[in-house]
């Protein structure tokens, strides 16, 4: 992905020289994407359907969380709109409005993206326009972007680094040693060598934030299972008693997965939990990778940047860990070092990438946090932990009045918030009193004409398996 971006945006300004071995293999469960994938194509120019065709993909309109409230309970954290936003309040408010006056209709029923997921319906169209991502196959997916890169100028070499040179007097990289004997030179490094970081840590010692006291999950079991049935446009995520599992439809076959916690339980339960509930024929064993959930003290550090997992870890339960590589080389295209390493660019890329981290991180912790559950002493934990105080002021704002503070440059917005705290079960105790401008009759008509809006819509889509038949079916 680096090698795509910058090859492409800096082409004929800079050289870029792609080192990597077949050798090592690559973690490539990142199967699950969010919408800005679709604005990191577009900068590239990446055509949607031949990359989908190569890389096996289907569409996603969100995820559907099943067990997180309350065992048997599930919602859908859609990428659309749930109902319009008026300068009274936000449609929560509405909501609540209608809950009060025993029109009992799910929040989420209020957006397209929710109602097609349930439906497994899709389409591409200016009208009505979903908002989607894709589910794909991550290796395939680096084999695309490879050739991409390579097509725009961008130098491979195969091999691994055996020594990084740093230079005695500013601690810069100044070069790659590589086990066949070569050595490379460059005026900038970027780290893409995943949990072991070997130049932003094993090199320049950046050190790593521990997140794990809010994020206790250290451990995750993968397998690929045939596929069964027709592949749905969500990816699911099933809690169970210490963590969760994942299931991710491609089109020719599934990826799953299970998350847990190594306090709380063994790997002998989670090869048990996994194998018992996934469908269709394993195609391979069961994986296991070990993280530690945080983020490097510094993203950038000297002449290096750190992209994925070298750049921290974050569990995969919204689908950020792509996400953040392209979010990580917009900032940096934007602040581009082309005339130098200056502080300045330095400290802005690294202010802007812990509060990005730190916003998603209270995201993900919501989910635990914000749960009834009490089965087991995993759930106790998680739903009882002290929270960072940003959270928990996001929590108290909409519990107590319906609000949902946000920052300016946050990725999840409203929409995520609400659905979650809604589908979680934490309904807000009052809402603006300014939708109460309405009548009764009025504003049950309004809100009834908005779910027949959707209704209408929704018919207009053909089936998820229809649209990539006719649209981006993979080569048999």
């Known amino acids: 992905m680096a090698a795509a971006a910058i090859g492409k ?28 994938m679709l604005a990191f194509h577009k900068l590239i120019g990446i055509n949607e359907a031949d990359m989908m065709r190569a890389t096996h993909a289907t569409f996603k309109l969100g995820i559907n969380f099943k067990n997180w409230g309350e065992i048997g309970e599930d919602y859908i954290h859609a990428f659309g ?14 909501w609540a409005r209608a809950k009060a006056l025993g029109l009992d209709i799910p929040f989420g029923a209020y957006c397209l993206e929710h109602e097609a997921a349930r439906a497994e319906r899709f389409g591409i169209s200016e009208s009505p326009a979903l908002n989607y991502a894709f589910h794909f196959d991550a290796g395939l997916y680096a084999k695309f972007l ?9 130098i491979r070499h195969e091999g691994k680094i055996e020594h990084v040179e740093l230079n005695p007097d500013t601690g810069f990289i100044e070069c790659l040693h590589l086990h066949s004997g070569m050595k490379i030179e460059a005026d900038f490094f970027i780290d893409c060598s995943g949990f072991r970081g070997l130049l932003i840590e094993q090199a320049l010692q950046t050190g790593y934030e521990n997140w794990q006291h809010w994020l206790p999950c250290d451990s995750a079991l993968a397998v690929q299972t045939a596929k069964v049935k027709p592949a749905t446009p969500y990816t699911t995520s099933t809690a169970r ?21 190594s306090q709380f339980t063994d790997q002998t339960w989670a090869e048990k939990t996994l194998t018992n509930n996934v469908e269709g024929t394993m195609l391979n064993n069961p994986r296991l990778i ?38 990580g080389l917009i900032r940096f295209l934007r602040l581009f070092p082309l005339r130098g390493v200056q502080p300045v660019l330095v400290d802005e890329y690294n202010r802007q990438s ?30 009882t932990m002290q929270i960072p105080d940003t959270l928990r002021h996001r929590m108290d704002m909409f519990t107590q009045s319906g609000m949902v503070f946000l920052g300016g440059d946050e990725l999840f917005r409203t929409n995520g918030w609400t659905q979650v705290l809604i589908g979680q079960g934490f309904a807000p105790a009052n809402y603006q009193p300014i939708v109460d401008n309405m009548s009764n009759t009025e504003f049950s008509q309004y809100m009834t004409g908005f779910r027949d809006h959707i209704s209408r819509n929704l018919a207009l889509l053909p089936s998820h398996e229809q649209f990539i038949a006719q649209y981006c079916a993979m080569e048999k």
């Open 9 to 36: 945006i800096y082409q004929g300004k800079v050289n870029v020289t792609l080192v990597e071995s077949e050798e090592i293999g690559v973690v490539g469960v990142g199967e699950a994407t969010i919408p800005t």
């Open 81 to 94: 709109q749930v109902g319009r936003i008026f300068w009274a309040g936000e449609f929560q408010h509405f």
């Open 146 to 154: 490879r050739q991409f890169s390579e097509g725009l100028g961008v």
């Open 241 to 261: 008693e210490f963590g969760w599992q994942w299931r991710i439809p491609l089109q020719n076959r599934t990826g799953n997965g299970l998350v847990y916690s």
């Open 290 to 327: 070990q993280f530690t959930t945080g983020r490097r003290k510094f993203g950038w550090n000297k002449n290096c940047i750190a992209l994925g997992l070298a750049s921290g870890f974050l569990e995969p339960l919204e689908s950020t860990s792509i996400h953040m590589v392209t979010s």
């Open 354 to 383: 812990k509060e990005e981290a730190e916003s998603i991180r209270d995201f993900i912790i919501l989910h635990y946090h914000a749960t009834r559950r009490s089965d087991t002493e995993f759930w106790n934990y998680v739903r």
